[in-house]
């Protein structure tokens, strides 16, 4: 089984910064490819980043120049810096794994738990 789990949520003021972690564990023959999503009440599901294990990175409109994404050297752990964080970005985030647990298996997505972000005006 495989695991992902999410840490540096909080309580941040506008301009501040936020830096999230989700370390993938358990049974992982390759991860291909790691993201970040978020949800604001009343609000759909969003694509904040993505990052593949190759160095491929994508970002929101919304975050572009503001946010990083990035993988550690071990490959099974993904971070998204956030900076001058504006109220808007008040969302739960939550992060996303493209994992082949095994040879026998296709890739397929895991999420974790989440972890909220607020930002005060």
């Known amino acids: 089984q495989v695991h992902l789990e999410e840490s540096g949520g909080g309580l941040v003021q506008a301009g501040g910064s936020l830096r999230l972690s989700c370390a993938a564990s358990g049974s992982i023959f390759r991860l291909n490819a790691m993201a970040w999503y978020r949800q604001a009440p009343g609000k759909q599901r969003e694509l904040v980043a993505t990052?593949?294990?190759?160095?491929?990175?994508n970002y929101a409109d919304s975050v572009k120049g503001r946010f990083a994404i990035s993988v550690a050297n071990a490959k099974n752990t993904v971070n998204l810096q956030m900076n001058s964080l504006k109220p808007e970005d008040t969302a739960f985030y939550y992060c996303n794994a493209l994992i082949r647990p095994n040879v026998a298996l296709s890739p397929r997505d895991y999420w974790g738990q989440g972890t909220q972000v607020t930002v005060s005006s």
């Open positions: 990052i593949t294990f190759g160095g491929t990175t």
